[in-house]
């Protein structure tokens, strides 16, 4: 019990251009110094309540960044991903809206599509690919999407936000049905999106109880 | 990095007379010493070549069992789940069929209904929820209940099994229909199961390809 790394890896994704991005942080240390991985780090026993609240430290401390949804995809462990010893990484995903990522000013810390990422570190593509699977996955029957949205947004962006996961368009009128069902939105009074040749639109934000938990559906969009 | 407790636990699922039941280990030391609890243990760096290894090694040793299906279900951690310290479980569901659990002749081995468990260690309450859980999430879009079924089963059987866990009358046809699109079932030639007040009906096997690995629905049953 005394020889195993114990740390945590946060997987923080966002919609970018289209695109689904995960933020890599340039390492400050060996091994892989200098080289782009996920933000990670060792539990504190000290400190932290559990893996969850390591994570959140890690994240917070490494990127500046307050996730209000944060949960657990797995842990990955063994001999030979790390070359400093048999280790174990409890790994957390997070959804974020672009804008948050570049509020917190972090020149090492960037955005990179996930479909092209290049000779990262330990396992750390097997991680992300694990994390995107489960965030497609779980798109299909939830409201996780509304995490890459802002604080406020149209349904037809919403909707987008879907389609580009799900990588397929949907039908607007199930869309709205199933938003419906899902119950998480709330119409901002008095306020709406203008631009563009379209019409005006309503816009929404997440309902308080939404902000940190998940509607799920029993049938898939 | 020193002072973490990291063990395997494996929450050993299976069906008996009508109802979901989970398979406890009387402990053989403290803490908790002659209490029933999951079935659990250090891992071994110098021999295991990951958690999942671990967690099949530490079910072998303590149980005699080896499960041809084992997912990892989460992991717990904390400083108030064990009275040694700050600790971690990677936990593993597995599904057996009882002759299987049977079979191995352990006293110390029995098996509980998962809705009326009282007293256990640890948090083993909540990691068997959560097992019971995704068990029964997965069964709505999964070939996951066939490890339930022992060696060879009839249609009606393994019909009987998907509505104990989801916990409702599914339509025949339409179950048919999904376990076709599974692809996961052989018949197996020249035998059939006779008894009770049907007429013989033909007796299926797990697909070789399928003893160890899930087929997976888009849409639910």
């Known amino acids: 019990m005394t020889d195993i790394i114990a740390t945590v890896d946060v997987i923080l994704l966002t ?4 695109c689904l991005r ?15 991985a996920l933000p990670g780090g060792y539990i504190h026993p000290d400190g ?19 996730s209000p949804y944060l949960e657990q995809l ?8 790390d070359p400093r010893g048999w280790s174990l990484s409890i790994c957390y995903y ?18 990179h599509p996930v479909d092209t990422l290049r000779g990262l570190p330990f396992d750390h593509a097997r991680i992300i690919a ?14 996780l999407p509304v995490y890459l949205c802002g604080d406020a947004f149209t349904l037809p962006q919403l909707q987008a936000v879907y389609e580009i996961l799900l990588g397929e368009p949907i039908n607007k009128v199930s869309f709205r049905r ?23 639109a309503q816009l929404y934000r997440l309902k308080k109880q939404y902000r940190k938990c998940l509607s799920v559906s029993d049938r898939g969009l």
């Open 22 to 36: 995960v933020a890599l942080l340039k390492r400050d240390r060996e091994p892989y110094a200098n080289v782009l």
């Open 74 to 81: 797995a842990t990955f462990s063994g001999r030979g991903r």
């Open 94 to 111: 997070a959804l974020v809206p672009p804008e948050l990522i570049e509020s917190v000013g972090r020149p090492d810390l960037s955005l």
């Open 178 to 200: 199933k938003i419906e069902e899902f119950d998480i939105l709330e119409p901002i009074q008095g306020v709406l999106a203008t631009g563009g040749a379209h019409r005006p």
């Open 48 to 66: 932290d309540a559990d893996t969850e609240a390591a994570a959140e430290r890690v994240l917070r401390e490494k990127t500046g960044i307050v």
């Open 15 to 18: 919609l970018k251009e289209g």
């Open 130 to 143: 694990a994390a995107v699977d489960r965030v497609k996955n779980k798109s299909s029957y939830s409201s």
